[in-house]
């Protein structure tokens, strides 16, 4: 069993930045590929960006590339996203996902779910 919990979530303008932070715990972490999805009202949970821990390989979602920056401190077990540049658009909660398969951006190959954390970017 993995467990994740997420933090750094919040009320932000837009233009401006946050960091979220995912802390992982249970099996090997670097077993599991990790990613940062989002699920906005009335909308189906969409992929953000995500990293295999192992070899430092990332990826991102088309609205997230060049704004997001995704990272990881083995050390510490956690996943890191660097959100800057937010838009109201950003507006959603938030979900650190873990999972096995390599089409890490897809919702429904996650094995083991955070419970959320909401980011608010208000205009």
């Known amino acids: 069993e993995v467990q994740l919990v997420e933090t750094g979530g919040g009320l932000v303008q837009a233009g401006g930045s946050l960091r979220l932070s995912c802390a992982a715990s249970g099996p090997t972490f670097d077993h599991y590929e990790i990613g940062w999805f989002r699920q906005a009202p009335g909308k189906d949970r969409e992929g953000v960006s995500c990293i295999n821990p192992t070899d430092g390989m990332t990826y991102y979602a088309d609205s997230s590339k060049g704004r997001f920056t995704i990272s990881s401190d083995n050390a510490k077990n956690t996943v890191y996203l660097q959100m800057n540049s937010l838009e109201p658009e950003d507006t959603a909660v938030y979900y650190c996902?873990?999972?096995?398969?390599?089409?890490?951006?897809?919702?429904?190959?996650?094995?083991?779910w955070g419970k959320g954390i909401l980011v608010t970017v208000s205009s």
């Open positions: 996902g873990a999972m096995l398969s390599l089409h890490c951006l897809e919702a429904d190959r996650v094995d083991y």
